[in-house]
């Protein structure tokens, strides 16, 4: 049986890294009494700060301006690229990267530290998205809304296919990729697809409050989809 693939953080959206191959890890308990605390932590900041950083983002996404966000998260990335809508929940983002839009991002708005603005219209890379297309940037598929992550998983999965997950609290440098098979209020079930395009033997389990961040619809995920083989029917399972 293959053990369950890592691929390198941000594959679905930057093609360019290496995918890594990496065992699951069964946490102990301890450690995931320190993940809880860490996510607890993240999600208590002060109103004040999470309405400032609203405001910036339906800003961003009301101007189109390019913009890079931080967050919170230790050792996580910044992501550059455009906003596509945010709640309270989740903040849903077009990431661009070498003057090309590459599929969309959800990250917990909870966790954006920092959102500084790139570029407005005058700026080259919008300038050159604007010339061929792709700016402003496009709906996702489905009209998939950052409300909740239920809504943006099920939504993902319905029109792109392959998710890619991080559980960025444990892990900052893997992205879990695969097809939703099973979901519920605290967990969902993906069943993963390793970095040479094939299927794992069953669905592996995450728990919903450890998901920090969501990819789909980049083109590292297509690839992955168009080269894999059709995915065995038994392999829809637990959540």
Same mark, same amino acid.
């Given at each position: 049986?293959?053990?369950?693939?890592?691929?390198?953080?941000?594959?679905?959206?930057?093609?360019?890294?290496?995918?890594?191959?990496?065992?699951?890890?069964? %946490?102990?308990?301890?450690?995931?009494?320190?993940?809880?605390?860490?996510?607890?932590?993240?999600?208590?900041?002060?109103?004040? &700060?999470?309405?400032?950083?609203?405001?910036?983002?339906?800003?961003?996404?009301?101007?189109?301006?390019? &913009?890079?966000?931080?967050?919170?998260?230790?050792?996580?990335?910044?992501?550059?690229?455009?906003?596509?809508?945010?709640?309270?929940?989740?903040?849903?983002?077009?990431?661009?990267?070498?003057?090309?839009?590459?599929?969309?991002?959800? &990250?917990?708005?909870?966790?954006?530290?920092?959102?500084?603005?790139?570029?407005?219209?005058?700026?080259?890379?919008?300038?050159?998205?604007?010339?061929?297309?792709?700016?402003?940037?496009?709906?996702?598929?489905?009209?998939?809304?950052?409300?909740?992550?239920?809504?943006?998983?099920?939504?993902?999965?319905?029109?792109?296919?392959?998710?890619?997950?991080?559980?960025?609290?444990?892990?900052?440098?893997?992205? %879990?990729?695969?097809?939703?098979?099973?979901?519920?209020?605290?967990?969902?079930?993906?069943?993963?697809?390793?970095?040479?395009?094939? %299927?794992?033997?069953?669905?592996?389990?995450?728990?919903?409050?450890?998901?920090?961040?969501?990819?789909?619809?980049?083109?590292?995920?297509?690839?992955?989809?168009?080269?894999?083989?059709?995915?065995? %029917?038994?392999?829809?399972?637990?959540?």
């Amino acid at each position: 049986m293959r053990t369950a693939a890592a691929h390198g953080r941000n594959t679905l959206s930057r093609p360019g890294r290496a995918a890594v191959a990496a065992a699951v890890i069964r %946490w102990p308990t301890a450690l995931l009494r320190q993940d809880d605390e860490r996510v607890k932590g993240s999600q208590e900041r002060p109103s004040a &700060v999470l309405d400032g950083t609203r405001r910036k983002l339906d800003r961003a996404a009301s101007t189109g301006n390019l &913009v890079r966000i931080d967050r919170s998260i230790r050792g996580a990335d910044s992501i550059e690229g455009f906003v596509v809508g945010a709640s309270g929940a989740w903040t849903l983002l077009a990431p661009c990267t070498d003057v090309l839009v590459d599929g969309y991002t959800a &990250v917990r708005t909870s966790d954006i530290s920092r959102v500084k603005r790139r570029g407005d219209e005058n700026s080259l890379t919008v300038r050159a998205l604007r010339r061929r297309g792709h700016w402003p940037v496009a709906k996702p598929m489905g009209g998939v809304l950052p409300r909740d992550l239920h809504e943006l998983l099920v939504a993902g999965s319905r029109h792109y296919g392959l998710l890619g997950v991080h559980t960025e609290h444990r892990r900052t440098d893997a992205c %879990w990729i695969g097809a939703l098979v099973g979901l519920r209020r605290k967990s969902l079930g993906l069943h993963l697809i390793d970095p040479d395009a094939r %299927w794992h033997d069953e669905p592996s389990k995450f728990a919903v409050k450890h998901v920090t961040r969501v990819d789909f619809g980049g083109r590292y995920g297509q690839a992955l989809r168009e080269f894999a083989a059709p995915r065995p %029917w038994f392999a829809d399972g637990p959540a």
